[in-house]
């Protein structure tokens, strides 16, 4: 059964620090996603992206993020100069045309120290 | 504003069971509404959708019952098993882009 991957599963890096999280959407898939999820709370929507450009934005993806599909397969989050506030686990999503369902990989922690 | 609630933070039931678990909304403008499990260290799995236009829809052991009236949408599972046990998110997408998740039940099912 085809699946997002998110790599790394876990990344732990100093504040300040750029991260880079990486994503494999399901091959056939046009919508891309990246959710984050602060332990114990809700599934918070950061981005999606449509015909290599950002679609919708939520306020928390402010300057310090950036998303990226390098080549055809790849989907990235960059997190420039990363905060205390940013260690949650990321999620990627993707889903096909005509579809309402987004399949989510299963997530890279990010632990910010 | 827009937002989509759960009433219960947590829900147990014995196994066998039926489960109900509720959520709230208040945009009226959704295009569907979703329901997503999502089981400890893992990313949020579908289950089921409803269209806006639609009260109730059916799926393997789950029925999703949307009451635009109110603004209230229920997950019902039946016999519920241990492998149900989950935090249960319901979202709503409007257009393309984005799903907005409630706050999450979480479902403990007794044996």
């Known amino acids: 059964e085809p699946e997002v991957t998110q790599t790394p599963s876990h990344q732990v890096t100093q504040m300040g620090q750029e991260v880079i999280l990486h994503c494999v959407p399901i091959?056939?898939?046009?919508?891309f996603y990246w959710y984050r999820q602060i332990l114990g709370q809700k599934v918070e929507f950061l981005v999606s992206?449509?015909?290599?450009?950002?679609?919708?934005k939520s306020e928390i993806f402010d300057d310090q993020f950036s998303v990226e599909r390098p080549d055809g397969s790849n989907f990235t989050l960059k997190i420039r100069s990363t905060k205390l506030e940013d260690s949650a686990m990321y999620f990627c999503?993707?889903?096909?045309?005509?579809?309402?369902?987004?399949?989510f990989g299963q997530g890279t922690r990010l632990t910010v120290v | 504003g827009e937002s989509v609630g759960l009433h219960l933070p947590t829900l147990s039931v014995q196994e066998g069971d039926n489960s109900i678990i509720n959520c709230a909304y208040s945009?009226?403008?959704?295009?569907?509404f979703i329901w997503y499990k999502q089981e400890s260290g893992k990313g949020p799995q579908f289950i089921i959708d409803?269209?806006?236009?639609?009260d109730k829809r059916q799926g393997q052991r789950v029925t999703v019952l949307l009451n635009k009236t109110v603004k209230h949408l229920s997950l019902q599972i039946a016999a519920t098993q241990p492998g149900d046990s989950a935090v249960y998110f319901c979202?709503?997408?409007?257009?393309?882009?984005?799903?907005?998740f409630g706050t999450g039940t979480r479902l403990k099912v007794l044996a």
């Open positions: 979202a709503e997408n409007r257009g393309t882009y984005k799903y907005i």
């Open positions: 999503a993707s889903r096909a045309t005509g579809s309402s369902e987004a399949f």
């Open positions: 091959s056939n898939h046009l919508y």
């Open positions: 992206f449509y015909n290599n450009e950002i679609s919708e």
């Open positions: 945009n009226s403008a959704s295009d569907y």
């Open positions: 409803i269209r806006s236009n639609m």
